[in-house]
């Protein structure tokens, strides 16, 4: 592979925009930014001149399931699928989130493992980097137990940890409390007791793996920041009357500093989400935008995949939802890049445009921090290098 140069109007630093960035790659990685309309292009090169676009950080989707098709019914259709049809069901999703310049997704919840069989290249053809949680730790017959994640007890719950870290996953994925896409499930409730939940982190981080736990009810939040996880998604703190944040457990949420998945943002879809999450949708935007204000560590999870409103690439709506509540536009980008890669483990190779990290660039039209909705269009996307076509 030669270099490449990629040459635009503005780049996006972290903080700001940059003006007539030269980003040199070389062997997939960035080996340059060079600024000014001066900067030379080396001869050896071969230049990519993109006029009047910003270039930014490949996108991050710290929450999706490539194994759901945004269907009305994606547990049936998934349910379906053999191995193989899933497994190229799960690829096609994969490019639609890289076309959408969303070029590292961490997939929390698949079947069989197979996202892991995706992030070795067991499928051809261009693909986001993906990091892989396997099927998410459950109860007996409980919230995504039809990905066979199923596991009870102490010694239960640390062998589920042992067979997720010698299968070679990412992080650890647990159901803490039921959800909305499994019939019979509790949404509102717990699933595992306290000690189980320890018992799993305890044996996750010895083997040096982070865990990140479902919750939407405030019980199960608490129970995952007891047991000491890594990350919580969702984090809604729904009660049966709508939704409360204790005090205690935004506390230790901000100290921590937990991972706070936003689940936010929904595409243009025929199809409306259930009305019991309308209902609550403006209750945990206020919720979020106190996170925010009371300075948690907040990342954009969408959990693609779920339904029509949730499609693969719905991750620009996530970030402009999130600045909608308060967030300025550059800590909303953030989100959705270095602080994303760094939650994801990846933050010393991906999340920034600088010497050193994978070349993962996405290229929009205009000014991003002007109008975030340009990331729902852009004009060019690179992989580790390669322009996505």
Not at 181 to 186: A, D, Q
Not at 225 to 252: K, Q, Y
Request: proline share 8%; with cysteine; glycine share 12%.
């Amino acid at each position: 592979m030669g270099r490449t140069a990629i040459r635009a109007a503005a780049l996006f630093d972290g903080s700001g925009l940059v003006r007539d960035p030269l980003v040199l790659v070389a062997d997939g990685r960035i080996s340059e930014v060079a600024c000014g309309p001066r900067a030379a292009v080396p001869p050896d090169a071969e230049l990519v001149d993109l006029p009047g676009a910003t270039l930014l950080p490949g996108l991050v989707d710290t929450h999706v399931h490539l194994g759901f098709d945004a269907s009305t019914d994606p547990v049936g259709t998934l349910v379906a699928q053999d191995d193989d049809e899933l497994l190229a069901a799960m690829a096609a999703a994969a490019r639609v989130q890289l076309l959408a310049g969303v070029t590292t997704v961490r997939d929390l919840g698949d079947r069989g493992y197979l996202a892991l069989e995706l992030r070795g290249g067991g499928v051809p053809g261009p693909l986001p980097t993906i990091l892989a949680a396997g099927p998410p730790v459950t109860t007996p017959g409980g919230h995504c137990h039809f990905l066979g994640g199923e596991a009870s007890g102490i010694d239960g719950m640390r062998a589920a940890a042992r067979e997720r870290a010698e299968r070679g996953v990412d992080v650890v994925k647990v159901m803490a409390s039921g959800g909305e896409l499994t019939p019979g499930s509790m949404p509102l409730e717990p699933q595992f007791t306290p000690d189980e939940l320890r018992a799993l982190v305890d044996e996750a981080h010895r083997c040096d793996l982070p865990v990140t736990a479902h919750s939407h009810g405030v019980e199960g939040i608490r129970n995952a920041l007891v047991a000491g996880v890594d990350g919580i998604e969702h984090c809604g703190f729904r009660t049966p009357d709508g939704v409360d944040a204790p005090a205690d457990l935004v506390d230790a949420l901000v100290r921590r500093q937990v991972a706070v998945g936003f689940t936010g943002g929904v595409a243009p879809s025929d199809v409306p989400p259930p009305p019991q999450i309308v209902r609550v949708i403006p209750l945990l935007g206020a919720l979020f935008a106190r996170l925010w204000r009371e300075g948690a560590r907040i990342v954009v999870g969408t959990d693609s995949g779920i339904g029509p409103v949730k499609p693969h690439a719905t991750l620009p709506y996530g970030v402009a939802h999130l600045a909608s509540l308060g967030v300025p536009a550059a800590d909303a980008l953030r989100t959705c890049t270095a602080t994303a890669a760094a939650v994801c483990g990846v933050g010393d190779r991906k999340g920034r445009l600088t010497a050193g990290f994978d070349a993962d660039v996405m290229a929009v039209a205009g000014d991003p921090l002007a109008d975030l909705a340009v990331l729902c269009h852009p004009v060019a996307v690179f992989a580790r290098g390669e322009r996505v076509r």
